[in-house]
């Protein structure tokens, strides 16, 4: 709060007439920066993270709102002593912990602000970062938030490699050594919000944070998703340096920081599957010249899960895309396609009989107009982001072929495959970088979670059409003996199982067919490594062991749903339901 009387360039002459009047006990003359910090705890650190603030100054008027989660420690008592001592400095007591995202939200409603900086209680900022954001979110009007860099963030470009050995008592000396910089870089995906400068408008108008994730984790991201499939960006600007202590609140709390994360994680890809499958709010620019990017959809009788695919395509942040949607024989879908006149460019092959896997992807490829290559299977989703992250890490790195990690899903369907229902959503599979050699003994690369070049097809060739399944994975060992594959440590894509009174996966249903094709996999790439024919037996016995289980499983007195449901559980890899079957 800023008083008329204490600021000179803001003072306002009284007309003489008024001059005996009480009609101006007091006017706020509005600051250009709310800074909200909530608390919890840390009696040890807050008062250096709260004065830092004012010590470190900045040219521009500004006001700290301190949201204090029902500390215990004396820490609530401190703030509102400091309190006393600055004026801008206003404090909101919690009667209990509502986490961080309530608390975000609570100093926004009381914020006066035009930009709104949301900041970690466990911080100690420099002399002029607030300036240089400032100034790096008005180089662009589209830019939601801007982040400096820091010591301590755990992974992503906001980490300064060469501020790992920096201390709070010489944040200031490394501030002044890096104020040269001035290199403002545009990200993906997600900041962390251990330190950004928001536009309010754009945090009033996206509904600030969502209170979804409790005490925190995750929340960044989501914040961060919604505003790009808005349209907005997001940036770092390099010259502007805030240490960071780091989860110094979960320490405090005594709380499982992992086990917190996996907990909202789960609510994370909930909302961003539901969000990859509503048909989106803006229209998207149609392509009228070449595009960059041929994404070849292939379709046979799943009108409504094809639905949800495109729907996911129409919902990229990336869109300098077309679709080559390949519809192998199946029911007519041109009313479907009608629904994305207004968010796709889709250029359509209708088969009067189906040709099979392989040989439709060859026909999309055949049609395809774009310089990169990806697939989208009619059951599958991708996330708003997965296109525009294949063409960063491409445009970082043209001579690779790039992927990114994969959830899978189970669903449970009704029998038209209009209605469903998540049963589980786990990774497809956790933590493993490329590999030659263990890509000779399965695939972990869904078809849909990587991108190549179209001019490799020359040296790789198409699609293997005696393949009846297992295409992608033959395709994915030529083209990794011919370029180098780079993996996108994101998760942007969905592989879905569905099962009701029937189990919709061409893999699953015929498993006798799958062990063929992998037996003719092996044949094709034969090794002398042991280490590899030892994985390869197991996982032929593996194959014969879920033939084994699904003759037994059809054969249990249980309904026809739930002997799907233990079917897809064992066959896709999710924790088994409790109970059934007994």
Known sequence: MVNIDQTNEDSIN?????????????????????????VYNGIDYVPHCVQSFFHAGASIRFEVICVDNHSTDGTREMLLELEKNYQNLKVILNKENHGFATAINQGNAVARGEFLAICNSDIIVSPGWLDRLLVAMNTEPKIAVVSPITNNVGEGPQLDPESVNVTPDSVNLYAQQIAHREEIIFIVDRLVFFCVLLRKKIFDLLGGLSSSFGLGNFEDDDFCLRARMMGYKLAIEKGAFVYHYGSRTFKDQRLDHDKWLQKNAKIYYDRIARFSSQIPLLTRNQIHSSPEVSVIVRTKNRPFP??????????????????????????????????????LTIKYISNKKPVGRAPALNLGLKHSEGQWITYLDDDDIIYPLHLELLMDAINRSPEKSV??????????????????????RIPFISNREFSHEELLVDNWIPIMSFMHSKEILDLVGTFDENFEIYEDWDFLIRLSRKIEFHKISRTSCEYRFQFGNKIDDSTLLSRKKAAQMRTLIYKKYPTTVEEIIMKRNLLINEVRSQNDYINKTIKLQITSINQNLLIVSRLGGFLLPKNLGK
């Open 14 to 38: 009284i007309h003489p007439e008024f001059s005996g009047l009480d009609i101006l006990p007091e006017i706020r003359i509005d600051p250009l920066v709310s800074i909200v910090i909530p």
């Open 306 to 343: 094809l639905h949800r695919a495109l729907t996911s395509l129409a919902n990229q942040t990336f869109n300098q895309f077309e679709v080559i949607l390949i519809n192998d024989g199946g029911v007519d879908i041109l009313p479907i396609i009608q629904n994305f006149k207004n968010f």
């Open 403 to 424: 992927y990114t990690e994969t959830n899978k899903a189970l669903y449970w369907s009704d029998r038209n495959q209009n209605n469903i229902v998540l049963i589980s």
